[in-house]
């Protein structure tokens, strides 16, 4: 009797949280594969339940989840969908969160504060994800804290393709809202063919979260277009000031480009108000109806996680699919 070999290739499997299905459908799209079907329920209490429908034994296993609001009740499912994998015998689990949640808390400020990023890293270390794929982190030490690979992706150029595509290039300058992000603004003033740059000198109360003053612009902005970047947008009262200060320096039109719409009540509120000719996102987080405003474009982060996620399972070069190689 001929013995029969059985198939032993590791295969591809897409997992998704229930926070942002329409994003995971999209990724799902792209990769040509389909979002493995799952029971997800709460009981009475909170508790969550998640079974999967398919076998998951041997495979290369993708979680995808977003973090909206409530953003502890996503992380939760996250954590417990990745336990589900590991006790399911799959070969290699990768969480993939295009919005790493807590990575504001990346470093204490004062005493007795916790280091929460740190604390989801070691979470998600702990319930069996063997690496993570992540967009635009608020800071670039996060990678460190998580003990195996972190596969850190930008939107930039995502972003700068858009402003390229419809803006144009002679009369712009690119403009960080804080002395902290100067570094990304002159990647994108490279990347919009060497623009010049300027940034607002502000101060925080460390007391007092979301809320700023804003100063004053430093560098030349009196009738240009002025591309606002920053990670993410949260209650918008940041960036808001900071449309203010420009204009009130003589700024022509200014464009807010982020990566992470937020957009907590009142950011749809305060950006309609700012004067801001247009705001640019992506859909690492879902947008409801009540957080859309007529100046809001939402941009598709589906390809860049798909592409990410085929050279990851496929063993290839993440850093090629920013500059073509390795």
């Excluded at 992380?75 to 790493?100: C, H, N, W």
């Amino acid at each position: 009797m001929t013995a029969s070999w059985i198939d032993n290739q590791k295969n591809l499997m897409l997992f998704s949280g229930r926070a942002h299905p329409e994003l995971a459908e999209q990724v799902a799209k792209e990769l040509d594969v389909h979002v493995t079907p799952q029971v997800a329920r709460e009981f009475a209490n909170g508790e969550i339940f998640v079974r999967f429908e398919e076998s998951v034994r041997g495979s290369d296993a993708f979680v995808l989840q977003s973090f909206p609001a409530p953003l502890n009740q996503w992380l939760m499912e996250q954590l417990i969908m990745i336990d589900a994998l590991k006790r399911g015998s799959a070969k290699r689990i990768t969480a993939v969160l295009p919005f790493y949640p807590y990575a504001r808390q990346d470093k204490k400020h004062r005493g007795r504060e916790p280091i929460s990023a740190r604390l989801v890293a070691d979470l998600l270390k702990t319930a069996g994800a063997d690496r993570i794929i992540t967009v635009d982190l608020h800071t670039d030490q996060i990678q460190g804290f998580f003990d195996g690979p972190v596969d850190h992706m930008h939107a930039q150029l995502q972003l700068a393709e858009y402003i390229r595509t419809n803006y144009s290039l002679d009369n712009i300058t690119v403009v960080s809202p804080d002395a902290g992000r100067v570094r990304v603004a002159e990647k994108w003033a490279d990347s919009l063919g060497g623009s010049p740059l300027a940034f607002i000198h502000k101060t925080r109360d460390p007391l007092v979260p979301n809320q700023i003053k804003a100063n004053r612009v430093v560098g030349e902005v009196e009738g240009r277009t002025c591309i606002l970047i920053d990670d993410m947008i949260d209650t918008g009262g940041t960036i808001a000031g900071a449309v203010n200060v420009l204009k009130a320096a003589g700024a022509g039109d200014v464009v807010i480009a982020a990566t992470h719409g937020v957009l907590s009540d009142p950011a749809a509120e305060r950006l309609t108000a700012s004067g801001a000719k247009e705001v640019v996102v992506t859909n690492t987080l879902p947008l409801t109806e009540e957080k859309k405003f007529p100046q809001l474009t939402v941009l598709s982060i589906a390809p860049l996680l798909a592409r990410t996620i085929r050279e990851v399972f496929e063993n290839g070069s993440v850093t090629g699919l920013f500059n073509g190689n390795a």
